[in-house]
């Protein structure tokens, strides 16, 4: 891998935490919860030279990750932002080692860190995909869609995410609704079109209808099946793996390198969900693809349901080479109204890159106006 280039620190003078709801356009069920709105917190660098901006991927309750936009928040404001004031403040790649200090919280890290790298790349007019080296100019989009009782509503979900230009369907299931909507769902789409599960977890190794149900994923040709058992259940995972033919995709279990590899070394990783805001920050992410770059071992981008804030910077890691699926980027769009452009895509079904500075893009302040605003200015 090689280095990334050295940017000029800029002068930091304030950073903000906003955080502002916004409705989603189409709810989003997953075993865990249905979704209908999110709050979601932004980080803001004032810089002298140019602004920055970052989405933190944090959610509302700690069902997905320990992280929440609550804990986000007051971490970044007791702990992170002033370790940053002590050091090398306006200066991302740096703030990256000297934030090791504070132990886990890599949501919070990773959006502090964005915002001071956006500010960087802003003043020197640098996109953030070709800093960190992305070769694609533009990517298919991916849907994640939710989990149904009626197929007759996930079908209807399929045809409007396909319409609306999705390469790769990913399907949320959970015991007892996986496989029969599955095996419909492949009937109805046929065997074109890329399809994954996603189980959030919600499957058990010691109860044998569970292992049945998601052996019977096999039949229908899933490009991987995503997070089926707890993410503290690596030695369960990779039992299950050796029993499937369907390659074993980890999500919520790999936080950082040093998890990748041990999900590797036992043999429960066959396929990457690869999330920059939950391994620590953009910088991570780079390091972590091209580590499975190294392995062999096939990598897609993953989505927190962002804004298109945050899809913007994800872009920039999607666009790495080598990417092996379609990362999440809902071509119906998430949100009614979004906080920036959507990156929804074209004639031609790719999502663009963004070339311009930083990540390419920022808020919309009438989407702002009215959200909590937390300053923390220089010492």
């Not at 200066?91 to 964005?114: F, I």
Request: net charge negative; hydrophobic share 50%.
């Amino acid at each position: 891998m090689s280095l990334l280039e050295p940017l000029p620190p800029v002068t930091v003078d304030a950073v903000e935490l906003i955080t502002v709801h916004l409705p989603l356009a189409t709810p989003l069920t997953s075993v865990a919860a249905t979704r209908r709105e999110r709050p979601v917190l932004l980080v803001h660098v004032i810089a002298r030279e140019a602004e920055g901006w970052a989405e933190c991927v944090a959610e509302a309750t700690p069902a997905y990750h320990p992280e929440t936009v609550a804990t986000a928040t007051d971490v970044l404001r007791d702990h992170l932002v002033p370790l940053a004031w002590a050091g090398p403040t306006g200066d991302g790649p740096a703030l990256h080692e000297a934030l090791t200090a504070v132990r886990g919280h890599p949501m919070a890290k990773a959006a502090l860190e964005l915002a001071v790298l956006d500010a960087q790349l802003r003043a020197v007019g640098r996109s953030l995909a070709g800093w960190l080296g992305a070769t694609e100019a533009a990517v298919p989009a991916g849907a994640a869609l939710g989990l149904h009782a009626d197929p007759v509503a996930l079908l209807a979900e399929a045809d409007a995410a396909l319409a609306a230009g999705a390469a790769r369907l990913r399907v949320k299931i959970a015991p007892g609704r996986a496989a029969d909507p599955l095996r419909a769902l492949r009937e109805h789409v046929g065997d074109d079109v890329l399809l994954q599960a996603d189980a959030n977890g919600s499957f058990r190794a010691e109860d044998p209808d569970h292992l049945a149900e998601l052996a019977a994923l096999d039949e229908v040709g899933l490009a991987c099946l995503e997070q089926p058992l707890a993410p503290e259940d690596l030695t369960g995972t990779a039992r299950l793996a050796r029993r499937l033919t369907t390659p074993i995709c980890l999500d919520e279990p790999i936080t950082s390198l040093g998890a990748l590899e041990a999900a590797v070394a036992l043999g429960a990783c066959g396929v990457l969900c690869l999330k920059p805001g939950r391994v620590g920050g953009w910088i991570a992410a780079r390091a972590v693809h091209a580590r499975c770059a190294e392995l062999g071992l096939p990598v897609w981008v993953g989505g927190m349901l962002e804004t298109g804030l945050g899809r913007a910077a994800n872009l920039a890691v999607a666009a790495l080479p080598g990417m092996a699926l379609p990362p999440d980027l809902d071509p119906r769009g998430r949100f009614a109204p979004d906080l920036a452009d959507p990156c929804l895509p074209g004639a031609d079904g790719l999502v663009a890159v963004p070339t311009g500075p930083g990540i390419g893009a920022v808020p919309d302040p009438a989407v702002l106006a009215g959200a909590a605003v937390t300053r923390c200015p220089r010492p």
